[in-house]
Every structure is written in structure tokens, then in C-alpha cells.
């Protein structure tokens, strides 16, 4: 027997054990069957051997890291390899380990390039301008070659960033010593005076490129000094980095990198110098104008390469401009915003443009293909930004989100509520994103007892196919997501993604919001009837709730233990066609809930409702279902960005209650993250909310429904206050307190109870304000509330249906009502266990012992104790 065939044999029986135990972990994997045996030896030795097949390489002037393959050749599926964690955590505890755990920040900084001290990046350039010549010496030398060799030795000067202000541009004398002057930079310098800047610059008669950017100058908004220069230098085409007007065959010259310092051009008399250009960058341009006599056909024969993204090219129609690229025969490659001024989809570009093979970095054949709508492959990545003075903690946190990863455990009985997020370590974490990778990851937990409690989590690595050495290795950020799933706008966790089109999604959502109207439903008598028992006696309950078997003790009800037997099912669970089947209910039982209930008490739902009937309340804040309206939201993000305004978001999950995996980032890459540990909404955070003795506060209301059709609702005298423990704050740190950004603390957290007319009337004396103003104002929001359920959904209403829904409300800075959500059975345990006064109604004592007695009093037998109708 051979060695390799005595190795097999020795270990057969603990691998059919590890396939038997992980079966369902190594399908989830996606890793080929053909590697199992692989990596099952490769985690009884703890074999890491990737650095024998891999180097981690700085790129993008080392704020990334790329990972290079530097064997000769690996076949695809041929290997797998083990890849540690190098930091796990729960979310809510990331900041803390990082500054409690030693040298964790600064392992995470180093591994996400974050460790560069910003400090002696400044003093080096500080140094390096100490070494500099000043404008002064820089004139004097190239004064000499004018002196030495004619006016026409100096055509190209650069004085970039050299302090100077406008008094010295003035003493510097620049038009008599350089009069033929062509180019002349001053970028980055201290220029001041509108005036003093046109007195001198319009002297130059030959000038063909200015640049000013980066000087205060240029916060002036207005476009005098742009106007008065363009206007006396009749021959400029460059300004500030922008074609102007007048562009012509010098500009595209330029940026076809002919004309530079060595060669400035700027001859009257043109050569068809362009004739031979090939390839042609003319992005960010500001060009309005495209159709000239310069940029054509007959100037550009051979022309097969043009990117003309960031342009607005709003001096022409769609069809013009089309029409107009048409006649470059030769063009095969086109870069352009889409949508942009050429249109809103890719696939019509390509129609109008036959020749076109590559648009934006996408072959034509795959984009009509798939149909995709907006192409752009030639994504930036988003580098890590911070500033100087922040913790190496604080630019973890900032820049953990282009590295994370994350899986959810789960046993036979449970899943766990919140998901781990981890980072590789840094050969892992150098694999960058492709859309047609060489490599697949994924998370991998070797549980080597059999149990979970003795898991160890991995990723593991393997090749999807044939590389070479040299070859970068790169993975899908997005495996398995396609457009179906918003593939493109969920690369912008990654990427710097077309700001424009996103916005463009936004307005005209918004302008749809915008333009809804909503004619309030009149408020009915009552048309619903008390429920008697046909023999008079008392109305049979089936509860599974202990508070209302303990608490409803009138004697109109009575409670029973058989569901079938019941004439009031009041139950927790969801009553579906299943389970009335299964424990023999019928349909002339009452039940407490009503059809199609979820377009009020899932949270992506609610938001979809009020919507549709109201667009865009006051009430509601900017919500978004991430699963369908991401591009909305980016859009909405990137506007706010733009505006300067304030970009803190809060995301939840559609369907589970007590905070459980929210969130408050103003982090647009986590925002788009968090979507992979289960679907959420996305909602604007009240950044200003009312606050009591300087903690946040919401406040649950109970409301009472006895009939969607007509609508007859009503609230209940109780309610109550939730407080924050923690004083509010907007520092960044304190979006992972849970008890300075959330109220619920029946589950987590210190519980301070507080009687609800002691709340109101300090809430009153520290706000000056009057309760009732308020009062009135929330009864009005949450009646149109249940009045958009009732429009968009007629299917709710349910002759045989009653039911309790919880209201959580939280007030702007300004007593403005916001509506959180509303919540089915919800938990009144406040309600049943404390007496409090009515209020609203003149401090009439409530005991919490009738609470369910007088709910079930409104919903069944039409009385109106301690509830008033909506």
C-alpha cells in the first residue's frame, strides 16, 4: 500500500464523520465536492499555506490592497484554502473592542489602510516646500530664457501652488515679461480680488488655458470674472479644467496629451493635427457644445476611443448627438453617463449606434444580452477618508464596511437574532471585487466536537478558475446577486457610482409622492352591532395571552380552554386557513385581527400603505424598502449629501419587534451593507427629537378597532411614555449606545418607569407647551393612519374581526407627531399592572385592573369607557 493510499485509509473515518456533521454547511458553501476531502485535512493539520501561493500588494497610493497569485499556474478548482478571522464581533459591540481589546485598532487600521498618520504626510510636504523655488525665483529663471531666446521661449508657465496673493501676481508682472504666453496655472494659490485677477490675466492675448482652481477666489459663485475674461482672452479654451465655448483644436489637443509644456502649440494656423488621434478623454469638461468644427468626423477620422462622462452636452437633443457620433465610423468604444445626454438606456445607445462594441467598459453583445439599462464598469473604488485628528478606533469603524463579512448562527431550536460580522485577515481582505472573479470565499464554521458551542469560523478560498502568476486574484463582492436583486446600486457600498442617474430614480419618485392626493374618510356612527349571545348568556374567550385570561374578569365573558368552542378567539399567534383547520375554528367566530392586517404591522408594508394614499406626510418620515427602492434611496442620499444637509439614517427589519438588529449610521456603505442580514427599511432619523429632561422619549398609544368599513376606531385613555436612560446625543460614538438611541428597555437595559400624568404635566412646565395641543395633533395623524389602510386595502375589512394595535409615536423638535410604527397584540403590560388618571379627560382615576375589561367592553359590547373615538 502506498503512503498517499495508508494516509486515505487512516483518515476515511473521521472524514465521513466531518461530512456527516458540516453536510450542510459544505453545501451551503458552494465549496465543489471534489475539495472536501481537501479541506478537511487542511483543518485537522490547521494548514494555512496560502502565503506560499499568494502577495498582498499595495495599490491606490496604499489606501488598498490587492492580492496577487505568484505560483505558476493553479487550475480552476484544483485547491482550497483556509483563511482566518481576524476580528468577529456583534455590531453593537464594534467600538467598545476596539478600544478595550489591546492592539485591535491597530491591527484593523493597518489591514484597511487606515494607518497612515495624516500629521507627517503634511509635515513631509511642508519640508518639500521649503526646498521649492518661489514665484519670484520661478519668473526670474523663465524671464531669462525670454531674454536669452525671445518673447516665444516661455508659452507654458506653471506657478502653482506657491502663496501667491494678489498683490504679488500683480508685482510679478507677468503679461510684459511673458507675452505669448499660452498656458499659465496658478492652482492652489491665495488669490483673493475679482478685479485684480481680470486686470492682469486680460493682457494675455495668446492664452489658451487658465488654471485658478483650488484658489478662495473661486467661492465666489457668481460668473462675473469668468464672464469679463473669456470676453477680452477671445482665443481661451481652457478654464479651470473646463472647455470653454470657444474649444477648439488646441483644447482637444490637450487632452488628447499632445499639447503640454514641451509642447505648448497655440499657432494660428492649424495641420489636421488631430487627424491621427485614436483616443480621446475629454470627461468632466463642463462641455455644453459637443458639435464643432474641431470635434467632427472630418477633423477625427480614426477617432475609436471617446469618454465624454460628466458632461452635460445640453446644447443638443438625444437624437442630435446621436446622430451627430453616428458619423465617426471608427469609433468602436464610447464612455458616457447613462442616463445622460445620450439617454436613459444602454440598450437603445447601442441600437442608435451600431458601430459600438464597448460602451462604458462593457462589451455590446453582453449588454444587449442581458438588457441591462445603465452600464458602468469603470466604477472607482471608495477609499477610506478621515481626518487628522481622528482615532485609529474612529477610522475602523468609518472604513470597516468595504472589508466586512457577515453569517447569522443557528441550532436545531433557534435562530440567533443578531448577526456576527468579521474581518479576514489580510491576505483575505486583499481580495478585491470583480465581476468575473477567479476566486470564491465563504464562511465556513468547523464545529470539531460535532456541537456548535466548539465551532471555529473560517472562510475558505478556491480558485473558479485557470490563473496564472502575476494575476491579480479577485472575488464578487455580490455572488449570486443579480439585477433582480439590485446588483448595481448595491456595488455602491464598494464604488463611487454614478451620482446622477440615482438621483434622477429619486426626483422622480418623489415628484410621484409629491403629486398624491388624499380626501379624508367622514367619520361614521357606529354600524357595528354588541355581541349577544343568542341564549343571552355570557360570550365564550379563548386567550393564549395570561394577562387577558387573568384580567378580563366581567361577566359578560367568560374564558374557555377550547378554541372551537370559543364565540372570541384573542391570540397571539397569526390565525391563518391552516390553523383554523387544525384546531376547528369557523367563520363566525371573532377574531382579534383583521385581513391583510400586515399592510399595517410590517414595517416595509406601513410605510408602502401611507404612501400610497398620502405620498409624502408630514408624519412619516422619508422611508425606503431596501429590497425594492434602494436606487430611490441612494438618490435621496446622494441629494442630501450634495445639499450639505444631514444624512443620519435608521434601518430596521421588516418584521421583528424590541429593536432587534436596528441601526442608526450615517455610513452610506453600511446602510447598503446591513442589507444582508435580512430585509429592512431604511428611514430618515429624526436627528431633532422633542426631548425630557434631555433623553430621548417615545410614547405608545393602544388603539381599538371595530370595523374597517365603515372606520370605527378609537383610543384608549392609557398610554404611557418610554424613555431613553441615556442623555441624547449626535456624537458619531454614541450611535452604538443602545440606551442613548432607543426607548424599548422591557427587554434590555434599565427599566425607569415613569406614571404617565407625572410625565405629562413635567413635560408641560419644562416645554411651556400644553398636552392637549399635542394630543390632538397625534389622534389626527394616527386616524389617517388607519384611514390609508382602510383606501388602499378595502380586503381588511372583516364583519367578524376586532382588534388592539399598539401605536409608537415619537415628536420632532417642533411637537410635530412621527409616526414609528404600529405594532399587532401589542405588550401592555404597563396598561393591566399600574393605575394612572385619564389625561386627556380630567384626571378620571383608571384602574390597570379593568384595562382588558374595558377593551373588550368597546370591541364587543360597543361601550366607550375609558376610549374615545378617533
Not at 494659490?189 to 484658489?215: G, P
Not at 470565499?441 to 473560517?458: H, N, Q, R, T, W
Amino acid at each position: 500500500m502506498s503512503t498517499t493510499n495508508a494516509t486515505a485509509s487512516a483518515v476515511n473515518p473521521n472524514y465521513e464523520d466531518f461530512v456527516k456533521v458540516h453536510g450542510v454547511l459544505l453545501a451551503a458553501s458552494g465549496l465543489p465536492q471534489s475539495l472536501h476531502r481537501k479541506l478537511f485535512l487542511k483543518l485537522m493539520a490547521d494548514t494555512f499555506d496560502g502565503g506560499n501561493y499568494f502577495q498582498v500588494e499595495p495599490v491606490e497610493d496604499g489606501k488598498q490592497r490587492r492580492l496577487v497569485f505568484t505560483a505558476d499556474f493553479m487550475g480552476k478548482e484544483s485547491d482550497v484554502f483556509l483563511v482566518d478571522h481576524a476580528w468577529t464581533f456583534r455590531l453593537s459591540d464594534a467600538y467598545k473592542q476596539l478600544q478595550e481589546i489591546p492592539g485591535l485598532a491597530e491591527r484593523m487600521a493597518a489591514l484597511m489602510c487606515v494607518d497612515i498618520d495624516l500629521n507627517s504626510e503634511a509635515g513631509e510636504a511642508d519640508a518639500e516646500r521649503d526646498t521649492k523655488l518661489s514665484a519670484f525665483e520661478i519668473v526670474e529663471q523663465e524671464f531669462f530664457k525670454v531674454k536669452e531666446e525671445g518673447t516665444d521661449a516661455v508659452r507654458w508657465l506653471d506657478l502653482e501652488d506657491l502663496d501667491i496673493n494678489d498683490a504679488m501676481l500683480e508685482c510679478l508682472d507677468l503679461p510684459s515679461k511673458f507675452p505669448h504666453l499660452v498656458a499659465l496655472n496658478l492652482c492652489a494659490n491665495k488669490l483673493k480680488d475679482t478685479e485684480t485677477v481680470i486686470k492682469v490675466i486680460t493682457q494675455f492675448k495668446h492664452l489658451r488655458a487658465l488654471w485658478l482652481n483650488s484658489n478662495p477666489i473661486l467661492k465666489n459663485k457668481d460668473n462675473y470674472m469668468e464672464g469679463a475674461i473669456l470676453q477680452d482672452c477671445s482665443r481661451l479654451e481652457i478654464y479651470n479644467s473646463h472647455l470653454t465655448p470657444n474649444f477648439g483644436e488646441w483644447a482637444l489637443g490637450f487632452c488628447g496629451g499632445l499639447y503640454e509644456k514641451d509642447n505648448p502649440g497655440g499657432s494660428d494656423q492649424t495641420n489636421h493635427t488631430l487627424q491621427s488621434f485614436t483616443s480621446l478623454d475629454l470627461s468632466n469638461r463642463c462641455i455644453h457644445n459637443l458639435i464643432t468644427k474641431a470635434f467632427s468626423p472630418a477633423e477625427l477620422p480614426v477617432l475609436s476611443y471617446v469618454n465624454l462622462r460628466g458632461n452635460p452636452l445640453d446644447d443638443h437633443s438625444v437624437g442630435s448627438l446621436l446622430k451627430f457620433l453616428k458619423g465617426f465610423s471608427s469609433l468602436s468604444a464610447l464612455e458616457v453617463d447613462i442616463p445622460g445626454p445620450l439617454g436613459e438606456n444602454a440598450v437603445v445607445i447601442l441600437e442608435a449606434l451600431p458601430n459600438l462594441s464597448i460602451l462604458n467598459g462593457v462589451s455590446a453583445s453582453k449588454i444587449l444580452e442581458s438588457e441591462k439599462s445603465v452600464v458602468d464598469s469603470m466604477l472607482q473604488p471608495r477609499l477610506p477618508e478621515w481626518d487628522a485628528g481622528e482615532s485609529l478606533a474612529d477610522r475602523v469603524i468609518n472604513s470597516m464596511w468595504f472589508y466586512l463579512m457577515t453569517y447569522r448562527l443557528a441550532d436545531e431550536e433557534k435562530i440567533d437574532e443578531t448577526s456576527v460580522w468579521y474581518v479576514m485577515d489580510e491576505l483575505g481582505s486583499a481580495l478585491r471585487h470583480s465581476d468575473e472573479p477567479n476566486f470564491r470565499v465563504s464562511p465556513f464554521l468547523y464545529m470539531p466536537e460535532g456541537k456548535l458551542d466548539s465551532a471555529i469560523s473560517y472562510s475558505i478560498l478556491w480558485p473558479t478558475g485557470s490563473i496564472r502568476g502575476g494575476d491579480e486574484c479577485t472575488r464578487d463582492f455580490l455572488f449570486g446577486i443579480g439585477e433582480e436583486k439590485q446588483r448595481s446600486a448595491r456595488l455602491t457600498a464598494w464604488f463611487h457610482t454614478p451620482q446622477n442617474y440615482f438621483i434622477k430614480v429619486y426626483e422622480k419618485y418623489r415628484a410621484k409622492l409629491q403629486s398624491t392626493e388624499f380626501s379624508p374618510l367622514p367619520v361614521a356612527l357606529s354600524a357595528t352591532n354588541s355581541v349577544r349571545c343568542s341564549d343571552g348568556g355570557a360570550l365564550h374567550v379563548y386567550t393564549d395571552i395570561p394577562q387577558v385570561e387573568e384580567f378580563l374578569t366581567r361577566p359578560e365573558f367568560v374564558i374557555t380552554t377550547e378554541p372551537k368552542n370559543a364565540d372570541i378567539i384573542w391570540t397571539s399567534l397569526q390565525v391563518d386557513e391552516e390553523l383554523k383547520k387544525a384546531v376547528g375554528l369557523n367563520d363566525q367566530q371573532y377574531i382579534n385581527q383583521f385581513p391583510f392586517e400586515a399592510c399595517l404591522v410590517m414595517k416595509h408594508h406601513l410605510a408602502e400603505t401611507v404612501q400610497k394614499a398620502h405620498g409624502a406626510p408630514e408624519w412619516l418620515q422619508p422611508t425606503y424598502n431596501l429590497e425594492t427602492q434602494l436606487s430611490q434611496f441612494v438618490g435621496d442620499y446622494y441629494t442630501n449629501e450634495k445639499a450639505g444637509d444631514d444624512n443620519l439614517w435608521i434601518l430596521k427589519p421588516w418584521n421583528m419587534a424590541r429593536t432587534i438588529d436596528t441601526t442608526v449610521t450615517h455610513n452610506l456603505s453600511a446602510i447598503i451593507r446591513l442589507m444582508e442580514t435580512g430585509p429592512k427599511i431604511c428611514q430618515k432619523y429624526i436627528e431633532h427629537p422633542t426631548l425630557f429632561k434631555g433623553r430621548k422619549f417615545d410614547i405608545r398609544y393602544i388603539i381599538l378597532v371595530r370595523s374597517m368599513n365603515p372606520l370605527e376606531i378609537f383610543i384608549s385613555d392609557v398610554f404611557w411614555v418610554r424613555l431613553a436612560n441615556n442623555a441624547y446625543s449626535l456624537d458619531k460614538r454614541s450611535l452604538f449606545e443602545y440606551e442613548t438611541h432607543f426607548t424599548v428597555m422591557n427587554y434590555r437595559g434599565r427599566l425607569n418607569h415613569m406614571n404617565t400624568p407625572e410625565f405629562v404635566q413635567e413635560f408641560e412646565h419644562e416645554h411651556s407647551v400644553k398636552w392637549m395641543d399635542i394630543h390632538v395633533r397625534v389622534e389626527k395623524m394616527i386616524r389617517s393612519v388607519f384611514e390609508s389602510a382602510a383606501t388602499v386595502h378595502p380586503e381588511m375589512h372583516s364583519p367578524t374581526s376586532r382588534a388592539m394595535y399598539g401605536v409608537d409615536v415619537m415628536l420632532d423638535c417642533h411637537y410635530q407627531p412621527k409616526l414609528l410604527e404600529v405594532t399587532y397584540c401589542p405588550d401592555c403590560t404597563r396598561a393591566y399592572k399600574y393605575d394612572t388618571e385619564a389625561v386627556t379627560k380630567g384626571g378620571e382615576v383608571i384602574k390597570g385592573s379593568d384595562f382588558f375589561n374595558d377593551v373588550f367592553g368597546c370591541l364587543f359590547l360597543n361601550e366607550t369607557t375609558h376610549v374615545s373615538p378617533l
